[in-house]
Structures are given as structure tokens and as C-alpha cells.
Nanobody, 122 residues
Framework: QLRLVESGGGKVQPGGSLKLSCAVL?????????IGWFRQPPGKEAEGVAC????????NYVNPVKGRFTISRDQSKRTVFLQMSGLKPEDTANYFC??????????????RGQGTQVTVSE
């Protein structure tokens, strides 16, 4: 059974950096086209952050994080990273890893992990 396990969250001051990791455990069905990161701020709905094609395509980012966040995978393709820099208080959220079968991977996910909390404050 597929499991997505996130780590790397924490509290950081504005302008700081964090690197999140998502371990892909178990079989990853070829039905999944993309893998990426969503975040859910306190009291708000989840929103896409960045996603990466599992079929050789590129990465996509939402505008608020472009130039600050970078999504990548290790060579084994079993870990997905989200390098975050220039963090702002509005980046505070629970960040979770998710896979998408079809559709815009910044809008839709079919399976997700529990998430890791990122808090940006003084």
C-alpha cells in the first residue's frame, strides 16, 4: 500500500529557509502522473504549491512561490523535496505531499500524506 511520509517542517523566521522531504513508501502505481506539494493554512482550504511530472515532464509552481520554492526528486525517485527560501508569514501552513492521476496537479490530488507543519514567524 502506498504511503507518503513528510518531514522537515518547523518554525523559521521570515526570510529563512526549510527543506521538506516526502518519502514514497510502497508501490507507486503507474496511474499516477504527478507528485507534488499542497499546503493548508490554518482555517483555510488546501492549495497547490508545486508539482512534478512522474513521466519525464517538468515542474509547475503557483505564482506566490515562484522563484522561492524548488521541487525536486532524488535519483531513486522515492523521495520528493521542496526547498523553500525567502519564507514569509503567509507561507505558514501544514504542507503535505500528494499524487495526482489526472488533471492539473496544482488543483487536484488523489492521494496524500499527513503533512508537516511549517510556521514562519519572528
Amino acid at each position: 500500500q502506498l504511503r507518503l511520509v513528510e518531514s522537515g517542517g518547523g518554525k523559521v523566521q521570515p526570510g529563512g529557509s526549510l527543506k521538506l522531504s516526502c518519502a514514497v513508501l510502497g508501490p507507486l502505481s503507474r496511474d499516477y502522473a504527478d507528485i507534488g506539494w499542497f499546503r493548508q493554512p490554518p482555517g483555510k482550504e488546501a492549495e497547490g504549491v508545486a508539482c512534478l511530472s512522474l513521466r519525464g515532464g517538468g515542474a509547475n509552481y503557483v505564482n506566490p512561490v515562484k522563484g522561492r520554492f524548488t521541487i525536486s526528486r532524488d535519483q531513486s525517485k522515492r523521495t520528493v523535496f521542496l526547498q523553500m527560501s525567502g519564507l514569509k508569514p503567509e507561507d505558514t501552513a501544514n504542507y503535505f505531499c500528494a499524487t495526482t492521476i489526472m488533471g492539473n496537479c496544482l488543483d487536484i490530488y488523489d492521494y496524500r500524506g499527513q503533512g508537516t507543519q511549517v510556521t514562519v514567524s519572528e
